[in-house]
């Protein structure tokens, strides 16, 4: 469901894009997703089928996702490690003052139109 | 056949809705409302704590609530039984509310007679954190059956809260609830959240979230 919503302000994001260059047809979408982002790539393909199709510009068209690990780094220690495989506790020291470097994202990149 | 061309967007996908988000918080500003976005998971409480809370406070300023929910009017009825302005506001299926849902919401409920707001948000922990709906302030409401761990495993919102209620603290004996974990796990995630333990049902700490709560509708309004 909150895929759905996501795709909605895709669009809506977009058609306004659309209107600035003049475009008459999108054909791919490509958007930069963050692996903590908590948007699950599957879920979002899908919603954008069903959502692309329901309007004239999007129709038809791609959406391609383009994953960006996650990086936390901590604090003590001044490392950087991967967030997905060690949380938010430092592999390093052990220490737990850490924070998200990157993996957030969620970012429209670029799309292909006429 | 037209050429094929390729449009730099580099865009957050919640960028337009952040610059919504900020433009209607100064609308409201300006209209001297302060608008209250109240999130929690389903059955933490909300609306019988929103009920409390607004007696609490109806003498005190002009309340308006908007009840969203995916879909139903039971929240709106209990509201509107408290003799507050209150509307119903269908999310059509979406999980969360976001700036514009929010302005539509405002306008309906019209602020020219409202000092304080409250937008009770879908019940849900996870999506209504990644929308600012240009409200003044978020609080949360984390109740005890749902486990002091909950701070760890929705980290997003408990960053996005300025005051979390711990509610139902009247049923602690019950359950595996450490309270003083519980509040290390949200100052972990959040340092500057305001944490207040109530129980709705029989007032404790409401008091104390009734003056906090305030001080921040004078603090934005006056």
């Known amino acids: 469901m909150h895929e759905l919503g996501v795709v909605f302000h895709i669009i809506d994001d977009l058609t306004e894009v659309g209107r600035e260059n003049e475009i008459k047809k999108v054909h791919s979408v490509t958007i930069q997703l963050g692996e903590v982002s908590g948007v699950v790539p599957g879920y979002l393909t899908d919603a954008w089928k069903w959502a692309a199709n329901r309007t004239e510009l999007f129709k038809d068209s791609e959406l391609i996702v383009e994953n960006l690990p996650a990086t936390t780094y901590c604090e003590d220690c001044k490392a950087e490690y991967e967030t997905v495989k060690y949380g938010r506790t430092c592999p390093n020291c052990g220490s737990k003052k850490t924070y998200l470097l990157k993996g957030n994202e969620f970012m429209i990149k670029e799309i292909s139109a006429t | 056949m037209d050429n094929v061309r390729v449009i730099e967007v580099k865009r957050s996908i919640f960028e337009s809705n952040d610059l919504d988000a900020d433009k ?142 711990i509610n139902k603290i009247d049923v602690m004996p019950y359950f595996d609830f450490d309270l003083e974990k519980c509040k290390e796990n949200i100052l972990f995630r959040n340092p500057n959240a305001k944490i207040i333990p109530i129980c709705a049902k029989t007032g404790e700490g409401m008091k104390e979230w009734a003056d906090w709560l305030s001080a921040q509708i004078d603090l934005s309004i006056k």
């Open chain 2, 24 to 165: 209607l918080r100064k609308e409201l500003k300006e209209s001297k409302t302060f608008l209250l976005n109240l999130m929690s998971s389903p059955g933490s409480g909300k609306t019988t704590t929103l009920t409390r809370t607004i007696e609490l406070l109806k003498d005190k300023y002009r309340i308006g609530v908007m009840e969203a929910d995916i879909d139903s009017d039971v929240d709106a009825k209990t509201i509107a039984a408290t003799g507050v302005k209150s509307i119903q506001l269908h999310t059509g299926g979406m999980c969360h509310l976001d700036a514009d849902m929010t302005r539509q919401g405002i306008k309906e409920l019209g602020v020219e007679d409202v000092d304080f707001a409250v937008l009770e948000n879908v019940g849900n922990l996870v999506c209504p954190a990644e929308f600012d709906t240009g409200s003044t302030k978020n609080a949360m409401i984390l109740s005890v059956p749902e486990g002091h761990d909950k701070p760890l495993k929705y980290p997003l919102m408990f960053s996005i809260c300025d005051v979390v209620l």
